[in-house]
């Protein structure tokens, strides 16, 4: 995957319209701004682009909501309140394809909703633009993303992390061990609000044993009006679940499958629309359209047969002259020798221009002729070609049909996904007929406080409940503990399998990357826990302490580009103040090693103070396309310059 452009309008600080252009002639790509000027912005542009509400920089942001968070990025300094982000890439594998992704939203609205259109090879493709989220999670699934998209002051915090806590959780999610993690705190979350249910019945029906009938009637008023909140405060919960559940069942093709019938069907009703074309083309084959092959002669044979025909037509006239010349004389002309002469020079022209016929056609058959080549053979001509053009036309719609079709697409998971969706939403209409009952009640109790008989059947009602809810939550605590063990197993023995190989491609990017490569000849990392361990040349083990803070962030590096390389993905990096804490030795084993083979296109955001001359200098070769992000205080906004900071153009 190779980034070609991106394009900002009013996002951020930068004001207008903004592109950026890559011509990926070499592999690093160098964008220079002095900090506020827009670089970590370019990084949260891409990441949206790509992701929109899955990308990490919205997760990890303090925004409430997503369109909040859209809101956010629309430049303040302007009075256009649209904003929009755009980004072209390539996929080089067989051949190569394009894709731009656009994001846009308008600022002016009271409820900001995003526009999401997709093109694929110049053309708008709707099938993408409905399923984007499942088609980029097969290029770059979101849970890899940081791996590849990275800001270099979090690396340094990572270094100084004596837990190694996010290290282990980047190294989970490569591992795919995290969806493990979600399931394992779904459950422990369901166990514990069963429990806090099953112990709100019970006190129920302690309190429901009072006999006053006062203080009975105010409990169960207040035990209702906590219960209504609670259904509602679920039924918010409820509502944000089936939204998760909806938009990965998106992600995972589930919209792909429910429209499968329906595109079966349009790829039938084209199929039957191409074979009635290629019917009508067979029959324009089986009838004049061959004859297009010898126009040329057709034509030459019309003007032979209209020349005979004119000759026959004046042959007929001749024969007529006699008698109307015997009528003429004898009416008019007492010396006829003229008229005579006359005669005898039109017969002896006809005798000296006579030809033999050669094709001699009779006058149905001329006009046959002349229909066919005046026009009758031309419409043929044309309506052949229109079928060619529709047929062609309908083929590429049959296999663009084809190709979705051909979807891989686990019907099982998503079947399952649904399952749960059906499930949270039954529960959502549960709850919301209980709320409509508890309010009910609600008015009974309030109206009934001094009803004896309500009480008492009130009680009993509770006390049946409670029993029902006891023996339903120790079922539900019974097969949940059961469920968190199977899990624990399975991450052990999944971890156990992917670990060496990881810890083996961290080994030698260290290596590459380290100064004092002898410090750590071998780095070790435990299945179970995930507790990287270095190990010297002599077999001892090196404590994280005894690093420095430059060897430790090189060993953070190191273990993110063995992230990136277990992947198996071949995607563009794109690194945040990448050198911010490092010294000068270990900024040149980053410039000279890292940059150049991080991946297939290297996006380095740097301050001045980073990427310096010296090290420019050291990166040059390498470096493809140049950028500076200048600031303009009046506007307070960011423009783009070909060309990197302080002079050290190309």
Request: glycine share 4%; hydrophobic share 35%.
């Amino acid at each position: 995957m190779i980034i070609k452009r991106l394009q900002l309008h009013n996002f951020g600080v930068y004001a207008g319209d903004n592109e950026f252009l890559f011509s990926n002639n070499k592999p690093i790509v160098l964008i220079g701004g002095m900090n506020g000027r827009g670089k970590t912005t370019f990084l949260e542009a891409v990441l949206l682009a790509l992701y929109g509400s899955n990308s990490f920089a919205y997760k990890e942001s303090k925004k409430r909501s997503y369109p909040q968070y859209l809101k956010s990025f629309i430049n303040k300094h302007v009075a256009d309140r649209t904003c929009s982000v755009e980004l072209e890439f390539e996929i080089n594998n067989d051949s190569k394809e394009n894709y731009i992704i656009k994001r846009s939203w308008d600022g002016n609205d009271n409820r900001v909703s995003e526009l999401i259109s997709v093109f694929s090879n110049g053309v708008k493709n709707e099938f993408l633009t409905q399923n984007w989220s499942m088609f980029v999670e097969n290029i770059l699934p979101s849970a890899l993303s940081s791996f590849f998209f990275f800001d270099g002051e979090k690396i340094a915090e990572m270094a100084v992390d004596s837990s190694n806590k996010q290290l282990k959780n980047a190294i989970r999610s490569m591992l795919g061990i995290t969806v493990l993690d979600v399931l394992e705190n779904d459950i422990l979350r369901n166990i514990k609000k069963i429990e806090k249910e099953d112990a709100n019945v019970n006190s129920v029906g302690i309190v429901q044993k009072l006999r006053d009938k006062k203080d009975n009637a105010i409990a169960k008023l207040e035990k209702i009006d906590l219960e209504i909140e609670r259904c509602k405060q679920s039924l918010v919960e409820d509502n944000d679940n089936i939204e998760a559940l909806h938009q990965l069942y998106n992600a995972k093709g589930g919209d792909a499958v429910e429209k499968k019938q329906e595109m079966m069907q349009e790829r039938a009703s084209l199929k039957s629309d191409l074979d009635s074309e290629e019917g009508h083309l067979y029959e324009l084959v089986g009838a004049e359209l061959p004859f297009s092959l010898v126009s040329d002669l057709l034509q030459n044979i019309k003007l032979q047969a209209t020349d005979e025909h004119n000759d026959i037509v004046m042959d007929e006239a001749v024969l007529q002259l006699d008698d109307i010349l015997n009528e003429f004389i004898t009416q008019y002309d007492k010396d006829p020798k003229a008229s005579i002469d006359f005669l005898n020079y039109v017969k002896n022209r006809q005798n000296d221009d006579y030809e033999e016929p050669l094709y001699n056609l009779s006058g149905q058959a001329l006009f046959q002729v002349n229909k066919l080549v005046e026009g009758h053979l031309n419409s043929s001509k044309e309506e052949a070609k229109r079928l060619l053009l529709q047929k062609k036309h309908k083929q590429k719609q049959i296999a663009e049909l084809d190709s979705y079709l051909s979807l891989d697409i686990n019907e099982k998971e998503l079947k399952e996904i649904h399952e749960k969706i059906t499930e949270a939403e039954k529960k959502m209409v549960s709850n919301q007929v209980k709320i409509d009952s508890l309010e009910q009640k609600r008015r009974d109790v309030n109206s009934e406080v001094t009803a004896t008989t309500a009480e008492f059947n009130k009680y009993v009602e509770t006390y049946l409940a409670s029993v029902e809810t006891h023996d339903k939550a120790e079922r539900i605590n019974k097969y949940s503990n059961i469920a968190l063990s199977i899990i624990n197993k399975y991450q052990v023995a999944l971890q156990k399998r992917k670990t060496d190989i990881l810890a083996e491609t961290i080994t030698a990017c260290y290596k590459r990357l380290a100064n004092k490569k002898n410090l750590i000849n071998k780095i070790v990392m435990e299945s179970e826990s995930l507790a990287i361990k270095y190990f010297s040349e002599e077999g001892k083990e090196v404590t994280q302490d005894s690093l420095s803070a430059g060897e430790q962030q090189l060993m953070v590096i190191s273990i993110l580009w063995a992230l990136a390389l277990c992947s198996k993905k071949k995607l563009p990096v794109i690194i945040d103040t990448p050198l911010s804490r490092l010294d000068s030795l270990h900024r040149k084993a980053l410039i000279t090693t890292y940059f150049p083979n991080a991946g297939e296109q290297t996006i380095i955001l740097s301050t001045d103070s980073e990427i310096d001359t010296t090290y420019y200098e050291l990166m040059k070769s390498n470096v493809g396309d140049e950028f500076t992000l200048i600031y303009d205080e009046q506007t307070k906004s960011t423009s783009i310059k070909c060309g990197y900071m302080m002079g050290a153009n190309k």
